[in-house]
């Protein structure tokens, strides 16, 4: 396992957008929906952001949002031209890790940072970004999901998040369970199981070491989630881990059988582990940055972020 590790302090926050920005919309994975996605994009526009759509998000294919070069170029454009602020994936899917396999990171170079934001399979992404560029990124909602609108919760706290970081302090999860007591601090990191353990020997993957680890995942046969917890056990992913959030585990299995799993697969690292969060797939979920310092409370189900989210 790779011995890179954030720094204490956090990773590089990029600028909230403001309005009148232009940010990107890309496809780094599967197909997006496209009549989700128009109502995505109207939402955005209702933030005062200018969204301009890559092709890559127009693109269609049976499980890739077009070749895996139109994507990558995407993403490159993406996160270089200094026109924008914010990068949204459209879609999850799968596909992103594909994505990666073509984009020259010596060729993107150092530019101004800004806030790349998804989920699922852009997991991937957000930890690509972290390692490669040292930048924040979100783990929440995307404007070709169903949901992507005001009034919703998941939108509506992105959204605060985007226009008004400062007022973002905590995210407190009231259904929440202490599957192990306690408290600790660290930057927060992870996402979806499966893309964690699929980057792992990559130079892409970033270990969990000095971090509040977020774990998710959906359609995964309980045994298969065992599967790649254990992996990224044996490969050393959880070594010095701070504390872990486990969000939804949505067609894993039960909830008793799940939690009984991850009980037995991350209640003896020694850290506080934290179970229900509504963070992932088949909620409205809260959005999770990644690369910010936070400090969980298990038993209280708080997560108190020690810096601001976005500059």
């Known amino acids: 396992m790779p011995t890179l590790t954030l ?3 956090g990773l590089v926050r990029p600028a909230a957008p403001r309005p009148g920005d232009r940010v990107a919309v890309i496809a780094a994975s599967g197909p997006p929906n496209q009549e989700n996605l128009e109502v995505g994009l109207e939402s955005l526009r209702g933030l005062g952001l200018k969204p301009e759509v890559f092709a890559s998000a127009r693109a269609g294919g049976e499980y890739l949002a077009g070749d895996d070069a139109l994507r990558a170029r995407d993403l490159t ?8 602020t914010a990068v949204f994936c459209a879609s999850g899917g799968y596909g992103a890790q594909r994505t990666l396999e073509l984009v020259d990171w010596d060729a993107v170079g150092t530019p101004t940072p800004r806030t790349v934001i998804g989920f699922s399979d852009v997991t991937a992404l957000l930890e690509a970004v972290a390692v490669k560029l040292g930048w924040t990124g979100l783990f929440g909602p995307m404007p070709a999901i169903r949901g992507f609108h005001p009034g919703r919760a998941d939108f509506d706290a992105l959204a605060a998040l985007l226009t008004d970081p400062a007022s973002v302090k905590e995210l407190r999860f009231p259904d929440s369970r202490p599957l192990v007591g306690g408290s600790a601090e660290g930057v927060t990191l992870g996402g979806t199981v499966t893309l964690l353990a699929c980057s792992l020997g990559t130079g892409t993957s970033l270990p969990a070491r000095g971090g509040i680890v977020l774990l998710e995942d959906v359609d995964e046969e309980t045994f298969r989630l065992d599967r790649f917890l254990t992996q990224l056990r044996r490969a050393g992913y959880f070594d010095g881990a701070a504390g872990i959030v486990c969000g939804t585990f949505t067609d894993c299995g039960t909830r008793e059988r799940v939690e009984e799993l991850l009980h037995d697969r991350l209640g003896d690292l020694g850290i506080p582990v934290l179970a229900g969060a509504d963070i992932g797939h088949g909620v409205p979920q809260q959005t999770f940055p990644v690369g ?5 409370d298990a038993d209280a189900g708080v997560l108190t972020f020690l810096d601001p989210v976005l500059a």
């Open 292 to 296: 910010t310092r936070a400090r969980l």
């Open 77 to 84: 454009t993406a996160l270089t031209d200094p026109a924008f």
């Open 7 to 9: 720094p204490p302090a």
